[in-house]
């Protein structure tokens, strides 16, 4: 099974790379410098790049990676992507060349109108998610409506438990402060903020979580438990209707949350 490397950029994305043998493959590479110099150290070849939507700190790497090697570039059908090779969209699947595994990809429009998301099925399942669930919370609606991010969000958290789910930034800890604020009883909430925040102050990534983790502690995937629905009532001043008005609260409500 190819391991999962974290590569720090800017101050706070995760650029993912996969690599097995001599092989490696990245996800969205903000930046060439940082993926270049890991490859180097290590002697790996890159074999090709995966996006999963157009923002810059997610593609600004692209062009730069492809002045060195020429590779294939994986990205969403609906968004321009640099260097793009195969376009994908919801039913497709690729075989990570070099790596050997097998990514379907799944359609999460929301944070951009785009954005896709790519999923390992098997004995460790993995989920790319790019920028549409984060641990402990969710992308910002920058293209897309509450109607289609939580939609993506609930496609998300029909996966496996078990699924490592890789995000693109180190957000952790400022999402788990506003998850409990909405939910300050949640005790699995609790022990998730002490076991993060020491990942952090040894310096380790707080990601790849888990499906599971996101479903027992995420208030985004959480827009069904009555705690949650009466704090969002609570917060809009108003009676509430349905899982995906109690996001839309929820995700605004995170915009001003310091
Ligand atoms: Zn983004």
Redesign the pocket.
Known sequence: MAAIIPIPAFSDNYIWLLREGGDAVVVDPGDAAPVVDYLDREGLALRAIVT????P??VGGVTGLLARTSVPVFGPAHERIPGCTRSLEEGDAIVLPGIGRELRVLDVPG??AG?IAYVGDGAQPIAMV??TLFAGGC??L?EGTPVQMSASLQKLAALPGETSVFC?HEYTLANLRFAQAVEPDNAALRERVSREQAKRDRGAPTVPSTIADELATNPFLRCSEPGVVAVAQAHAGRRLDGPVETFAVLRAWKNEFR
């Open positions: 999963t939507h157009h923002h700190d997610h944070h951009t954005h790019g920028d992308g910002r920058f693109a």
